[in-house]
């Protein structure tokens, strides 16, 4: 989480210390909570960020511990809000990997794992 969140940090500072003063999106947190374990594979993943999201630059997409796609695709975003469906993916380490437009017109992008299983 934190080394994953750094470099849209860094960005972030570079644009307020050159004037371009805005807040991009950031991932605030998600359910199931970043490198959290939960007990049974997730039908979904949600993330919430920071700011207001646009839905059509807004993707995630998640992977099992064999690295097989295991999200439906198609994101679903609602406000500062995106989930998408999980098919069962087994247990161990799943890596969710996201980027989004705010509208403030920025992009930003990162990553976390979750556990699934004992
Ligand atoms: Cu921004």
């Given at each position: 989480?934190?080394?994953?969140?750094?470099?849209?940090?860094?960005?972030?500072?570079?644009?307020?210390?050159?004037?371009?003063?805005?807040?991009?999106?950031?991932?605030?947190?998600?359910?199931?909570?970043?490198?959290?374990?939960?007990?049974?594979?997730?039908?979904?993943?949600?993330?919430?960020?920071?700011?207001?999201?646009?839905a059509?630059?807004?993707?995630?997409?998640?992977?099992?511990?064999?690295?097989?796609?295991?999200?439906?695709?198609?994101?679903?975003?609602?406000?500062?809000?995106?989930?998408?469906s999980?098919?069962?993916?087994?247990?161990?380490?799943?890596?969710?990997?996201?980027?989004?437009?705010?509208?403030?017109?920025?992009?930003?992008?990162?990553?976390?794992?979750?556990?699934?299983?004992?």
């Amino acid at each position: 989480m934190r080394r994953s969140s750094l470099v849209p940090i860094i960005s972030c500072l570079l644009l307020l210390t050159t004037g371009a003063a805005r807040a991009h999106a950031f991932l605030d947190h998600a359910e199931p909570r970043v490198g959290n374990k939960v007990s049974a594979p997730p039908r979904e993943v949600t993330l919430w960020f920071t700011q207001k999201l646009e839905a059509a630059f807004s993707t995630v997409t998640v992977t099992n511990a064999a690295g097989q796609r295991v999200d439906a695709g198609k994101a679903r975003v609602s406000d500062n809000r995106m989930s998408v469906s999980l098919r069962p993916g087994g247990s161990g380490t799943y890596h969710v990997t996201w980027r989004v437009l705010s509208v403030d017109t920025h992009t930003t992008d990162g990553s976390f794992t979750f556990e699934v299983g004992q």
